[in-house]
T-cell receptor
C-alpha cells in the first residue's frame, strides 16, 4: 500500500546514545516533515524538508538533525539522547503546490521512543 | 499569520448522540482546512478537507464539516456517535511554510463515547 513508512516502531535508548529514525514515502511527494507528539502538547514540528536537498528548522529542532537522502527518504537523528526526548515521533509527507499542501499531509504510524 | 484554535481538549458524548467538535482558524489568505483523526497508538489519518468550492464537506466514517468564512470556523460534526469514534481529532489550516511547516495544527480534542 502507498504511504509513509517509519522504522523502528519502538525503541528504548540510554541517555547519551544515538540513533536514527528512518522515514520513506512512495507517493512522489516533494515535502516531508518530522513531528513529535507529547501529552497535552499536540504536534510540534521538529524539522521539515520542502524539497530534495533542502531542510529547515521547525519549532523544536534542538537536539536533532535531519537528512533528506533523496526524494523518498527523510531521516531524523538524535546524536546524544536525553530523557526529554522521550516521545512519539511522526513522519509526514505532502505534495505542496503553490506553497500550500492541497491534499494535506500523509502520516506514518509513528515511532515510540523512550530514553532512560 | 495563520492559527487554529480547538475549543475543548476533551469532549464526551453518549453513543447515538450528536458529535460536535469546534475549530476556529485565523488566516490572512483563503484557507485550506483539514480534520485528522488519531486512534490510540496510531498515526493521524485524514478525515476530510476543504480547499475551494462547496463549503459543506463530507469525510470518512459519516463525519462532515462546514466552512463558515464569516465565523472563521470549520466545526466537525457527526449525527450519531459510535463507540468506534473514540479518538483524538485535530483541525489544521494551511500556511506558506516557515517554522510550523505547511500545516498548522490545533492542540487536539479527545472524544470519548459513553455506552
Amino acid at each position: 500500500n502507498a504511504g509513509v513508512t517509519q522504522t523502528p516502531k519502538f525503541q528504548v535508548l540510554k541517555t547519551g546514545q544515538s540513533m536514527t529514525l528512518q522515514c520513506a514515502q512512495d507517493m512522489n511527494h516533494n515535502s516531508m516533515y518530522w513531528y513529535r507528539q507529547d501529552p497535552g502538547m499536540g504536534l510540534r514540528l521538529i524539522y521539515y524538508s520542502a524539497s530534495e536537498g533542502t531542510t529547515d528548522k521547525g519549532e523544536v529542532p534542538n537536539g536533532y538533525n535531519v537528512s533528506r537522502l533523496n526524494k523518498r527518504e527523510f531521516s531524523l537523528r538524535l546524536e546524544s539522547a536525553a530523557p526529554s526526548q522521550t516521545s512519539v515521533y511522526f513522519c509526514a509527507s505532502s505534495s505542496v503546490q503553490g506553497q500550500r499542501p492541497h491534499s494535506g499531509y500523509t502520516f506514518g504510524s509513528g515511532t515510540r521512543l523512550t530514553v532512560v | 499569520a495563520q492559527s487554529v484554535t480547538q475549543l475543548g481538549s476533551h469532549v464526551s458524548v453518549s453513543e447515538g448522540a450528536l458529535v460536535l467538535l469546534r475549530c476556529n482558524y485565523s488566516s490572512s489568505v483563503p484557507p485550506y482546512l483539514f480534520w485528522y483523526v488519531q486512534y490510540p497508538n496510531q498515526g493521524l489519518q485524514l478525515l476530510l478537507k476543504y480547499t475551494t468550492g462547496a463549503t459543506l464537506v463530507k469525510g470518512i466514517n459519516g463525519f462532515e464539516a462546514e466552512f463558515k468564512k464569516s465565523e472563521t470556523s470549520f466545526h466537525l460534526t457527526k449525527p450519531s456517535a459510535h463507540m468506534s469514534d473514540a479518538a483524538e481529532y485535530f483541525c489544521a489550516v494551511s500556511t506558506y511554510g516557515g517554522s510550523q511547516g505547511n500545516l498548522i495544527f490545533g492542540k487536539g480534542t479527545k472524544l470519548s463515547v459513553k455506552p
